[in-house]
């Protein structure tokens, strides 16, 4: 079959405008980290719903054309990168809210909806969906669900794996796999969803999802402290978790060079001096009753030093403002540090491997380097200058050679994508990737969906 007859044949099935070609689908950027290249597949489909997605899928099935899952595109790994002779299949008229349940507190939705618009939905509702992160407007419920999204609020509520109660797939051959209980509990098998949930679009395209969602915080207490070192900073943590009981939901760790860029003039306003060690955002969800123990415990922390200086938000606006601090990423590719890592690492060994990374990334002519993250998690984010082919392998070497040693990872939440492949043996054993291949082989023999992704 040519391939304008292929293409007639999707376009019978999603309709003539469900099918973007030429210049319309060169004018799409390639993926968020790469704005100015365009995306190189043959057609961009845009299914409806579940069904459309399967006889898309059955039909590429059969006349042997590979598929890559696009969301939002926010995705940091190169995971919607496609090559000329593959169909991206889009979720981007997915994008219903079915259902929200107040008293069982869940909500049903396209994959192709935000993050924001579920947010959206659930305060609507009176109710909280916790996921946060930076890329709320565009990034898609099928995208975090793929890349087991992690975010802000980990500490609290988890990754994105513990908000699905339900999914409905498709598998590379078009058979719907559906399992959209709105059960927390449902121990009869496998658990066929976890199938889907951070294998990024390499085991089925998600088209469903059933969320759970949780009752809306009573309020915040949040502050920006400086502290000796990133070890007090974890001790900081530890008290908060004790005197809050598991309500700590956010703490992200800022080192200075990051915490300066991001409030150099006309950016955040800074609301400490600029020489401390260590920062870090602290938030809580408590009722308005419980700021003044808050204070009084980073007081406590204070008069032994463990905390420097503190500053508390006394209202919405400040708090935003501190998380401006945090959020405006931006900002690191506007001073042309662009190159994003996602690593873990045990907190214990945080403070170690940061001095040493900073040594080794210092020395390495051209580079410039900020180091970030939601600490809390043990989810370090760097961010680097591009260099050429041997500079940015020096710096790779600086980041990631550590972590097997340390017993961390080469991707925190980001994912595996076509970025880091050749990363995956310092974080996963060869047994670990042969039981992968097992079962991508089982549900994918062929290899169409989201092929080379992970590995
Ligand atoms: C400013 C910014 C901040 C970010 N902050 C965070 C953060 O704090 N935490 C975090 O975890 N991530 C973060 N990210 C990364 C990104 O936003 C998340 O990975 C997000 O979940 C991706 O959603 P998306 O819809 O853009 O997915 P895409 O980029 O479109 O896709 C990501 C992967 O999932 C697959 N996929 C997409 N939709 C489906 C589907 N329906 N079915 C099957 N496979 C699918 C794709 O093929 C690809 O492999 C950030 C990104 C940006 C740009």
Redesign the pocket.
């Given at each position: 079959m040519t391939d304008a007859a292929f293409l007639d044949r999707l376009a019978a099935i999603v309709g003539p405008s469900g099918v973007v070609t030429g210049d319309e689908l060169r004018g799409r950027s390639a993926?968020?980290t790469r704005p100015t290249e365009p995306c190189a597949a043959l057609a961009l489909v845009r299914p409806r719903d579940t069904g459309e997605t399967s006889a898309v899928m059955a039909a590429c099935h059969e006349a042997g054309v590979a598929i890559?899952?696009?969301?939002?595109?926010?995705?940091?790994v190169d995971?919607?990168l496609c090559a000329p002779d593959e169909i991206t299949l889009s979720?981007e008229r997915m994008t219903g809210i079915e259902a929200v349940d107040p008293l069982g507190m869940t909500v049903v939705v396209g994959?192709g909806a935000t993050i924001e618009s579920v947010q959206d939905a659930a305060a609507a509702a009176g109710l909280f969906f916790p996921l946060d992160?930076?890329?709320r407007g565009?990034?898609?419920i099928?995208?975090?669900v793929?890349?087991n999204?992690?975010?802000?609020r980990v500490l609290r509520y988890g990754m994105m794996r513990e908000m699905v109660l339900g999914l409905e797939a498709v598998l590379a051959d078009g058979t719907v796999v559906s399992s959209m209980r709105p059960l927390i509990k449902n121990n009869t098998g496998l658990d066929l969803k976890q199938l889907f949930v951070g294998t990024?679009?390499t085991l089925g395209?998600?088209t469903r999802a059933v969320l759970r969602l949780r009752p809306e915080p009573a309020g915040y207490a949040t502050a920006l402290i400086a502290c000796p070192g990133v070890d007090d900073g974890a001790r900081v943590l530890r008290a908060a978790q004790s005197a809050f009981q598991g309500r700590v939901s956010s703490f992200e760790g800022l080192w200075p060079d990051f915490y300066r860029l991001m409030t150099a003039p006309g950016r955040a306003t800074p609301p400490l001096g600029h020489d401390y060690p260590f920062y870090a955002i602290i938030e809580i969800e408590c009722v308005t009753e419980e700021a003044d123990r808050f204070l009084g415990l980073l007081d406590g922390l204070m008069d032994d030093g463990t905390i420097l200086d503190a500053a508390i938000a006394s209202s919405e606006e400040q708090r935003r403002g501190m998380w401006r601090i945090r959020d405006r990423?931006e900002h690191l590719n506007a001073d042309g540090i662009e190159r994003a890592f996602d690593v873990s690492v045990p907190l214990s060994r945080m403070d170690g491997y940061v001095r040493g990374a900073l040594d080794r990334l210092a020395a390495i002519p051209g580079c410039r380097a900020v180091v970030y993250g939601h600490i809390g998690d043990n989810n370090l984010h760097w961010n680097t200058t591009r260099l050429d082919a041997a500079g940015n392998a020096a710096i790779d070497a600086a980041i990631y050679t550590p972590l097997a040693e340390l017993n961390g990872s080469v991707s925190a939440?980001?994912?595996i994508?076509l970025e880091k492949r050749g990363k995956l043996p310092l974080s996963r054993s060869p047994e670990e990737i042969a039981a992968m291949r097992l079962v991508k082989r089982a549900l994918d023999p062929d290899n169409r969906l989201?092929p080379g992704?992970i590995f």
């Open positions: 993926n968020w890559v899952p696009r969301g939002g595109a926010t995705g940091l995971g919607t979720t994959t992160l930076g890329a565009s990034a898609t099928g995208g975090a793929s890349t999204a992690g975010g802000l990024e679009g395209l998600v990423v939440e980001h994912g994508g989201n992704k």
